[in-house]
Each structure stands twice: as C-alpha cells, then as structure tokens.
C-alpha cells in the first residue's frame, strides 16, 4: 500500500477546492468564481494600507526582540566571557537576505479561504495554497512558502491586534463608500464558537526548577455553553451587531461561553461606539435584543452609552399568573395582558400617563383591534360589558404590571413591527457559521477568538462591497456575485 501524499499534519482537512486550468487572459476563465473577483478587483491597497506598514514593524520588531535574545543568553555569555557584547547595537542588514512574502499576498489567502467552504486555519490555508494552484496564483504567491510563513503571519496580527484593525477600517471603509447606509435600529445577539479545548484544563507555569506558582488555564476563554437540556458545547460566546437594513456585522464583542447572555449588553455596546463612527451612531435610536437582556439595567446601558432604546420582548422571570379582580376578567399572565373570561387575550389600546395606567381593550367588538376568527357567545358579552357594542375597556395600574417597558410598551403593535427586524441579527449569525468559518476556532484565548470573528467580519464586507461594484445592489452572500 502506497503512503498517502497528504502531509500527517493536514490529515483533518477534508475538503480541497480543485484547481481549475488557467487561460492566459488576465484570469478570465475563474472570474465566475467569488474568491477571484475578490482577490484581483477589490482595492486591498486602499483599504488596508495602515495595517501593512504596522505589520512590517511588528515582524521587524519580533525579529529584533528574538536576535537580542539569542545574543544576550546567559548560557553563552557564561562560555565565552571575554567576548564583547553591545546588545544595544543594531545589526547590519544583509544585501544577501531573502525578500519576505508580501503582505497583502498572505492577508487574501486567510480572508478568501472561507470561500473555499473550508475551517480557515492556519494549515487549512496554507493546504490551500500547496494544493490549489489557482488560489495561490490568484492571491499573488510567486512561490509555495512554507507552513511557519502562515503561522508567523497570523500571529504576528493576532499579537499586535491588527486583525481587529483591519475589521475597523474595512467597517468604516464600507460606510464611507455607501455600502452601509445610516441605520435607525441595530440587532444584538450572541451565538457560540465551538473551541478545540478542554473545559478547566490547565498547565505548569513553564519554570525548569520546582515552583509554587499557580497552574494556568490552557485557555482562558473557554467555558461550557448549554443551549438546552440534552445539548451543550465547550465553546466561546461571541457577540455580534448589525444594522437590520444592511444585515452586516458591525462590531463584536467575546465572552467566555458559560457567561449569562444578561450581562453582556454593556460590554458589546461599549464596544459599538469604540468601534463605529460618531456620524453614524448619531442616527440609531433603536438596539433590539433578545427578552433575556430585558432589565432596568440593560435599559439605561443603551441609553448611556449609545443614548438608544432597548426593544426587548418581555421575560416575566419569576413572575407567575394572578387573579384579575375586575367584571369579566379571568386573569392577569405572567406578560401582563388581562384574558377575559371568554379566554380572550385583550389588546394594549395605549398608556395613560397621567394615572400610570394601561388602557386594554376587547379584541372581538372593538373595530380598531378587532381580531379576525375570534367570537364571544352572547352570554359572556353581556356579563363582562353589558352588551358594549365596542366591547370591554379596562385599565391596569402600572405598578400592577412591571414587567412592562413604560416607555415604550411590548404590547403594542407599534412596537412587534419596530422589533420584528431584530431577525436580521439572526440571519447574519447563520451566514458567518454556514458560511464564513465562524462555526469552530482551532486557536487558544480571547485574543486568538477575536482575531477569528475579525476575519470573518472582513470577508463579510468585502463580499459586500464587491456584489454592490458588480450588481449595484447589496447581496449578502456571493450567490450573486458568482452568477
């Protein structure tokens, strides 16, 4: 049995984008795929000039800081003592060294993988480019380079937060050039990562001799997600925004996995207004939410931080049905609303400010909430209103019902079509997960985490900014943008 010619170290990828042949036109015959379009029309120059120059110093610094650590060891000190050492100087450069792989060569290939519906790695990425010969001509690779060029790569941006960087600046490029236009309402929600690690594992602190240091969680961020009864995951929370109109990510925030959706909102919304721009936050009014973040608290995080109202459905929590004193009623739920005693929910008519009461009324007679397929037998209409030929009106105390938003009631049909675009936030996470290799992150820590969520953000909007330069329309996926 012959060996296999796929290297031990990719024998989890299992997917290869075949190579298709190349016709000597400016690579015409491949332009009806995603990833080139992208990699030879999109302006990678404009948009990520000043991630480049900082990259070049952090990989000129890292190679500084590793050749004055070699040359300050204290072993080799310890053998030739006579030796002069100025650790201070700055070595001559060699006219004989060889030219580092550029850039944005290395930056296309982490941010096009996706499209090859493969987890973006670092060996996935680099498998991509050994064994597909037109993403790695494509992207602009004269040569195969090795695998530690794409892991050098990676982490000299993870390092130095330069993926989080270029997710701003390509955000805010997308805004400037009308892609994104101005959103009156933004959708949070927080989805998992699934993480390659195991929950409460830790490690020695490094040190050759024995120590009494604390051992050190082999990742910081993990924790256990349950997601039902029967179903959890060891994985990362990430939180994601997006304008309900334009369906992209805008910012994210990520936390450990067994972390309480509730308590995320202040951090995420601290994190929206560092990442966005002032001209375009001036605009939201609305951050829509899950009913797990509505509290008192999360509402005045929305009106601090971003000066936003929060629309979130009602989470009765621990409150439980109860008796409703009044003609007609059979009772108050756990969401507020009276049912009468023909088991009708009745319908929010508005609030009375002056008393701090909410005015409900009968969704059968009242011609104005009138309510298609339900009837009242003429028993119970006379017992609860007399016979009213608008039916029943009856008023709730305020105080009565708490878990309502005063300021702006759940109740109302007002607010179910204002709430309903929240579903853009959900469509979004499906398409980073399905689609852009959000599903699993194979790196370690917070850092690392932020980093992947960044990339997928970028790709995001990339495609974005191409389906609009080739249709003139905004298409979320590159369905579209291959046709």
């Given at each position: 049995m ?28 491949l332009?009806?795929?995603p ?18 120059q ?5 990989r000129f ?15 080799q000190?310890?053998?030739?003592p006579?030796l ?82 270029a ?13 994104i ?31 009494d ?17 029967t ?12 304008g ?17 959706d ?8 601290e ?21 797990i ?23 009765p929590?621990k ?11 059979a ?14 929910k ?24 009138k ?31 708490p ?29 980073a997960?399905?689609?852009?290799s ?9 850092v ?14 990339v ?21």
């Open positions: 012959t060996d296999s010619i796929i290297p031990k170290s990719y024998s989890n990828v299992i997917y290869l984008q075949p190579s298709f042949s190349f016709a000597q036109d400016n690579f015409s015959s332009r009806h795929l990833y080139v379009k992208l990699a030879l029309d999109f302006p990678w120059e404009e948009v990520f000039a000043p991630i480049e900082e990259y070049i110093n952090a610094q890292r190679n500084w800081d590793k050749r004055n650590q070699r040359n300050s060891d204290e072993s000190v310890e053998l030739f006579h002069p050492r100025d650790v201070s100087a700055k070595p001559k450069k060699s006219s004989r060294g060889r030219e580092g792989i550029d850039f944005y060569v290395l930056l296309k290939s982490f941010l096009l993988a996706p499209l090859l519906y493969v987890e973006v790695m670092v060996t996935s990425v680099h498998f991509q480019v050994v064994g597909n010969s037109d993403f790695r001509m494509v992207c602009g690779f004269t040569s195969t380079p090795c695998l530690r060029t794409f892991e050098r790569f990676d982490q000299i941006m993870i390092e130095n937060g330069l993926w989080e960087k997710r701003q600046l390509m955000v805010n490029f997308n805004i400037q050039q009308g892609i236009e101005k959103e009156e309402q933004l959708a949070v929600d927080t989805t998992h990562v699934e993480a390659e690690a195991t929950l409460n594992a830790v490690r020695k602190c490094g040190h050759s001799e024995p120590c240091c604390p051992k050190i969680p082999t990742d910081d961020n993990v924790g256990l997600m349950r997601k039902s009864n179903v959890s995951y060891i994985a990362h929370k990430v939180a994601l925004v997006c309900v109109k334009s369906e992209l990510p805008l910012s994210r925030c990520v936390f450990k996995g067994g972390e309480s509730a308590i995320t909102l202040e951090p995420t919304l994190k929206v207004k560092q990442d966005l721009p002032e001209k375009f936050l001036e605009n939201v009014q609305y951050v829509s939410a899950d009913g973040y509505q509290s008192k608290d999360n509402q005045q995080y929305a009106k601090n931080i971003l000066q936003t109202k929060l629309l979130a459905p009602i989470n929590r409150i439980k049905d109860q008796e409703l004193d009044a003609r007609g009623m009772k108050l739920d756990k969401y507020g609303v009276p049912h009468c005693i023909s088991g009708h009745l319908k929010l008519k508005g609030l009375d400010e002056t008393k701090k009461q909410y005015v409900w009324t009968c969704p059968v007679f009242d011609p104005k909430y309510q298609e397929g339900l009837t009242c037998s003429e028993a119970c209409h006379i017992q609860c209103c007399s016979g009213a030929q608008t039916g029943r009106t009856i008023r709730i105390q305020q105080s009565q019902t878990q309502i938003d005063p300021e702006f009631p759940q109740h109302l049909q007002s607010f179910k079509t204002k709430f309903s675009e929240r579903t853009a936030i959900e469509r979004v996470n499906a398409q997960k399905e689609g852009l959000l599903r699993r992150v194979h790196k370690r820590g917070r690392a985490v932020e980093a992947h969520v960044d990339r997928c953000i970028i790709t995001s909007h495609l974005a900014y191409m389906s609009v330069q080739e249709t003139g329309q905004l298409y979320r996926g590159w369905t579209k943008l291959s046709a």
